[in-house]
T-cell receptor, first 111, second 113 residues
Framework: SQQGEEDPQALSIQEGENATMNCSYK?????LQWYRQNSGRGLVHLIL?????REKHSGRLRVTLDTSKKSSSLLITASRAADTASYFC???????????FGKGTTLSVSS | KAGVTQTPRYLIKTRGQQVTLSCSPI?????VSWYQQTPGQGLQFLFE???????NKGNFPGRFSGRQFSNSRSEMNVSTLELGDSALYLC????????????FGPGTRLTVL
């Protein structure tokens, strides 16, 4: 079953613009992670935010977490063509042994 | 360190056959997880192994099985293949100090005809 649901499903922007994608989840979490997947390849871990954190930065990435609304957002600033990929949020099961992914947002950045 | 490797990268099988996929985790990682990715169902957890023991299993039929060896390498097996088993199978490993981050391999693309 899907824990996170990303919104929008697809996003098309121009290089240099910012991209924002949102994720909602259903149960309480210890942390929430974001992963990137380039076309049909493996996932790359981008950032992890703990449940007691509200915002976290990593390079051009900014992640926010609102546990009261059970939602998170990923902001990519100054997008590049190389950012074209699918982005997934993921939470862990209670035992921390499995990741539960949303359906992802497909980002297309054109030059 | 070398990343997670998966073999083979591509595989074509016919219905009813069985298949074995292999995963070598990053050196020092003892936890290996498997995920199935399809356009319809998205990314779904199959199972997780740690020190040769299955710690968790997703909601998949018994045709899906796995094992882990003493060197942490893992295999998953799917018997009596069905068309719906066509998917990208991803393996991920996790270091001991992980807060939850997993490191994924490139995946094995299985096509069932």
């Amino acid at each position: 079953s899907q824990q996170g649901e990303e919104d929008p499903q697809a996003l098309s922007i121009q290089e240099g613009e910012n991209a924002t994608m949102n994720c909602s989840y259903k149960t309480s979490i210890n942390n929430l992670q974001w992963y990137r997947q380039n076309s049909g390849r493996g996932l790359v871990h981008l950032i992890l935010i703990r449940s007691n954190e509200r915002e976290k930065h990593s390079g051009r990435l900014r992640v926010t977490l609102d546990t009261s609304k059970k939602s998170s957002s990923l902001l990519i600033t100054a997008s590049r063509a190389a950012d074209t990929a699918s982005y997934f949020c993921a939470t862990s099961n209670q035992a921390g042994t499995a990741l539960i992914f949303g359906k992802g947002t497909t980002l297309s950045v054109s030059s | 360190k070398a990343g997670v490797t998966q073999t083979p990268r591509y595989l074509i099988k016919t219905r009813g056959q069985q298949v074995t996929l292999s995963c070598s985790p990053i050196s020092g990682h003892r936890s290996v997880s498997w995920y199935q990715q399809t356009p319809g169902q998205g990314l779904q957890f199959l199972f997780e192994y740690f020190s040769e023991t299955q710690r968790n299993k997703g909601n998949f039929p018994g045709r899906f099985s796995g094992r882990q060896f003493s060197n942490s390498r893992s295999e998953m097996n799917v018997s009596t293949l069905e068309l719906g088993d066509s998917a990208l199978y991803l393996c991920a490993s996790k270091p001991p100090e992980s807060r939850g981050e997993q490191f994924f391999g490139p995946g094995t693309r299985l096509t069932v005809l």
